[in-house]
């Protein structure tokens, strides 16, 4: 542990911001699977607000910093792929 005050709070913040970049990773996660468990069912006119909600937690993690902007971009590229169907990556 650090000695030097500021350090201290360095840390404490540094902890604060990676749960925050963990919290938009996962949820990005969770929305790919939604994504991908609605497109290889049946509904296919529920894809597009699961599809939307993507992009858009995509885009405030890129705002955010919790995502490289190249990162943000493949992802809600690989979405798109998913979302026409011809998505065959997994």
Same mark, same amino acid.
């Given at each position: 542990m650090?000695?030097?005050? %500021?350090?201290?709070? +360095?840390?404490?913040? &540094?902890?604060r911001? $990676?749960?925050?970049?963990?919290?938009?990773?996962?949820?990005? /996660?969770t929305?790919?699977?939604?994504?991908?468990?609605?497109? %290889?069912?049946?509904? +296919?006119?529920?894809? &597009?607000?699961?599809? $939307?909600?993507?992009?858009?937690?995509?885009?405030?993690?890129? /705002?955010?910093?919790?995502?490289?902007?190249?990162?943000?971009?493949r992802?809600?590229s +690989?979405?798109?792929?998913?979302?026409?169907?011809?998505?065959?990556?997994?």
């Amino acid at each position: 542990m650090a000695n030097i005050h %500021s350090q201290k709070k +360095r840390i404490l913040r &540094a902890e604060r911001e $990676r749960l925050e970049n963990r919290r938009y990773t996962s949820k990005i /996660k969770t929305y790919f699977r939604r994504l991908e468990a609605v497109v %290889s069912g049946d509904e +296919r006119t529920d894809a &597009a607000p699961v599809h $939307r909600e993507l992009v858009q937690t995509i885009d405030k993690a890129v /705002k955010r910093g919790a995502l490289h902007r190249n990162n943000g971009a493949r992802k809600k590229s +690989r979405a798109a792929r998913i979302l026409a169907g011809s998505g065959t990556d997994a």
